[in-house]
């Protein structure tokens, strides 16, 4: 991002006061701006399709729509497919997180980060990556592990996933970094990324948020297999 062609982000929350705090931070941050203030989903989705931002930060609990709906229209919209949801939420809402992602949102805040995460966190969407913090990823693993089955039986879509691609997939659905799974395995960062690239490009994933996604759903999280 440069001051000439700056981050342009939207920001949805039914508080003002919140959306006063994060539309300040964004506004005095060299390489980003403020493209609107939505109250509600509908709103919300409204500016995007107009302001066509790059980052939409979303709410989840909002008046009207809220942003799992929200998100879910966004991110289904060909026509805005340069536009990144980044959820806000807390931890009380770990059912809504995970319907988020479903959704297509690149992952997700809590509402008390710190300011300078919160900006670092928009730079990382923007860029193409999904931001999953390890503290509430391992919160959705833990919930999905309570459950006696998978979300749907595992089918075939892992049928052409190596036992490394696999091992590399399980590591990233626990929240770990590419740096973190390097060491993990003794791999090379390079080839953590390629194994990465791969998973992505087999099943037609996104980002990393998605390939989260196909871990829990396809029940390799949760499974004894990876003592989750």
Request: proline share 5%.
């Amino acid at each position: 991002m440069t001051d000439e062609f700056p981050l342009r982000v939207l920001i949805a929350d039914d508080q003002a006061m919140v959306r006063g705090s994060f539309r300040v931070l964004v506004d005095h941050t060299p390489g980003m701006t403020a493209v609107g203030e939505a109250a509600d989903g509908a709103e919300a989705v409204e500016l995007a399709r107009r302001e066509r931002p790059d980052v939409v930060l979303m709410d989840v609990r909002m008046p009207e729509l809220d942003g799992i709906e929200a998100t879910r229209q966004l991110c289904s919209d060909p026509s805005l497919s340069g536009v990144r949801v980044l959820i806000l939420t807390t931890f009380d809402l770990d059912a809504y997180v995970y319907a988020a992602l479903r959704a297509g949102a690149a992952g997700f805040l809590l509402k008390d980060t710190p300011p300078t995460e919160v900006l670092a966190a928009i730079g990382v969407v923007a860029a193409g990556e999904a931001l999953l913090a390890p503290s509430v990823t391992r919160r959705l693993i833990a919930e999905f592990a309570r459950r006696p089955e998978p979300v749907r039986p595992p089918g075939n879509s892992l049928d052409a996933i190596t036992r490394r691609e696999l091992e590399v997939l399980g590591l990233i659905a626990r929240g770990l970094s590419n740096t973190e799974i390097a060491e993990h395995l003794h791999l090379s960062l390079a080839t953590v990324k390629t194994h990465i690239g791969r998973l992505r490009a087999k099943l037609h994933a996104r980002d990393r948020a998605q390939l989260v996604i196909v871990a829990y759903e396809t029940g390799l999280v949760g499974s004894s297999r990876w003592g989750a």
